[in-house]
């Protein structure tokens, strides 16, 4: 049935002009049929405006399926001849294959009916909702635009609308639809959960937060609610309520899994950190774990960089300090400590950055890019783009997994890439992208290469330096006149640079230029959001220098 009517589709055929008159010659020739025509008051419009779905359909290919419907459905058939209006008994006919769980032959049968009563909002609606259910969002937009078209008080069909737009990626119009629905019924908790997931999905927690929790107070029956609103309460810092939530969650046995098991001993141990010592937290995170702890080293690394992003500096420190008494070697604790406490340092300690990235190489991508929406390398290349040079020779210092390769190499004769961490370096070598890659201190291989670049490029590695001046020498040494000099900064007010407790040093920026002065003169600058942490925007600068004459 599907295949007749996709087939029709796909020869693109608009034909209601006839189709009363086919129906009616298909119900004529019919003898046994014939008693229905008197309550068969057809009203297909011919309206070529009507929904594709239902236009390409012609009266002929309907009276064909009707048959094929009737002849395989006595309750169908069974209708048509107790003079039941065709259009009803489809639909009829339609949802019940709908509750069987088959959308696909409903829609087919939905949008026959819909071609007999065009004028009918539930009818489509209907028909918006099974083809919606089987995927065909562009097919089932129109089709709730009409339902609305023809009653714009049809909350579910604003509903509708918002989940189509939304899988179209068009999240304005979703959201929109999202906030009518639920002004039209403001107990249609699908409608406070879906904006609820959209807010989330762009990041916007405390909102998400806000229609989730109106979700569950209209009775939401998603399952995964509780662990969603757990997860933004996270995302905001609110690690006690997260827990509640993610606590309930788990209790209903839903969607429970090791990563939101993991997740709520960790907001367990943060509701705990916060208030109590490192010990009673472990416990908590103990018995919120069970057989899915992770070790307490990862467990304290993670907590201490939660802890410091979302301004529990004390709890931060207290743990770090508990920390530090049973791992005094380990690099990551003891930089990351010293930057929470507010130590004067002017740049990363090297075994920091060799052990934080080696950590971190499997996950980097994945992480920065998808979690925390990373876009440095594109947009940096892009500063550099439209400067318009011919930069042949180009270096990626602190090159990382080598995100910025392939927006780097096409065109270029020669693309250096310069790391410390090995384990970055080994899934930069894996884009094959590179022509050396060289495992280094940026500033001592400045120092040492015989090699020249026409630009050199520092995508987020700076922000491990304080003092630049020492770097901006050994790059300009490398650099001929008129070279490039692309980087990015976070940012901050006090001169001349701050170390952050994240490990990374943030540089007020007239400062900064005043350091590159001697060597470089600015070219084009971009304040910019580097990416989101602890839910709130990272805000820095998008730099290009261009070398002075020597
Ligand atoms: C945040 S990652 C950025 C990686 C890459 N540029 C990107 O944008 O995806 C910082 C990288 O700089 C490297 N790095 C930091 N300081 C460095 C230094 N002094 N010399 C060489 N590499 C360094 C780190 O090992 C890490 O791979």
Redesign the pocket.
């Known amino acids: 049935m599907a295949r007749s009517v996709m087939s029709s589709a796909a020869r693109g055929r608009v034909q209601f002009q006839d189709s009363d008159a086919a129906l009616h010659a298909w119900f004529e020739a019919d003898s046994l049929r014939r008693e229905t025509l008197a309550f068969a008051p057809f009203t297909t419009g011919g309206d070529a405006a009507l929904p594709p779905v239902v236009a390409r359909l012609d009266a002929a290919e309907i009276a064909a399926l009707v048959a094929q419907w009737r002849a395989v459905s006595p309750p169908l058939d069974a209708l048509f001849l107790q003079g039941v209006a065709p259009a009803d008994a489809l639909r009829r006919f339609g949802l019940t294959h709908w509750s069987m769980n088959n959308p696909r032959a409903a829609s087919v049968i939905l949008a026959a009916a819909a071609a007999m009563a065009p004028n009918d909002a539930a009818l489509w609606l209907d028909l918006g909702s099974t083809l919606n259910a089987c995927g065909e969002a562009a097919d089932a937009r129109p089709a709730f635009e009409r339902a609305l078209a023809l009653d714009s008080g049809l909350a579910r069909a604003w509903l509708g609308l918002a989940l189509v737009a939304n899988a179209l990626s068009d999240f304005e119009a979703a959201e929109r639809a999202f906030a009518t629905a639920l002004a039209r019924d403001p107990q249609l908790s699908e409608a406070a959960f879906g904006l609820g997931l959209l807010c989330f999905e762009q990041r916007r927690y405390v909102e998400a937060i806000a229609h989730w929790r109106r979700a569950i107070d209209a009775g939401s029956r998603n399952a995964l609610v509780h662990a969603g609103l757990g997860q933004a309460l996270f995302f905001t810092g609110d690690f006690s309520d997260a827990a509640r939530e993610m606590a309930i969650q788990i209790n209903l046995g839903i969607g429970v899994d090791q990563k939101l098991t993991r997740r709520y001993a960790l907001a367990r141990f943060l509701e705990t950190m916060i208030v109590a010592d490192s010990d009673a937290a472990f416990a908590a995170y103990r018995a919120a774990s069970g057989t899915d702890a992770e070790d307490e080293a990862s467990v304290a690394r993670t907590a201490f960089a939660l802890l410091n992003a979302y301004g529990r500096r004390d709890a931060a420190i207290r743990l770090g300090r508990a920390r530090l008494t049973r791992t005094r070697d380990d690099p990551i604790q003891r930089y990351l400590f010293d930057a929470a406490a507010g130590e004067k340092l002017d740049r990363?300690p090297?075994d920091y950055?060799?052990a934080h990235?080696d950590c971190f190489a499997d996950t980097f991508d994945k992480q920065?890019v998808d979690v925390l929406g990373y876009d440095?390398?594109e947009r940096l290349a892009r500063l550099v783009a439209a400067a318009g040079r011919d930069l042949p020779r180009a270096l990626?210092?602190?090159?990382?997994?080598g995100?910025?390769a392939h927006h780097l190499k096409p065109g270029r004769a020669r693309l250096v890439g310069?790391?410390?961490?090995p384990r970055?370096l080994a899934k930069a070598a894996k884009r094959r992208a590179y022509d050396a890659l060289v495992e280094?201190?940026?500033?001592a291989f400045l120092a040492e290469t015989d090699e020249r670049f026409d630009l050199v490029f520092?995508?987020?590695?700076l922000i491990?330096?304080g003092a630049l001046d020492e770097f901006f020498a050994a790059a300009a040494r490398v650099m001929p006149e008129g070279a490039l000099l692309a980087f990015n900064v976070e940012t901050i007010d006090a001169a001349p640079f701050a170390l952050l407790p994240s490990g990374r040093f943030a540089h007020e920026i007239v400062a900064l230029r005043e350091a590159a002065s001697p060597w470089f003169k600015p070219l084009a600058e971009l304040a910019s959001v580097l990416r989101s942490e602890a839910g709130a925007p990272v805000e820095g600068m998008l730099l290009a220098l261009e070398r002075r004459a020597a």
């Open positions: 990363a090297r950055l060799i990235f920065l440095v390398p990626d210092l602190g090159c990382g997994t995100l910025a310069v790391d410390l961490s970055m280094a201190d940026m500033i520092v995508a987020d590695a491990y330096f």
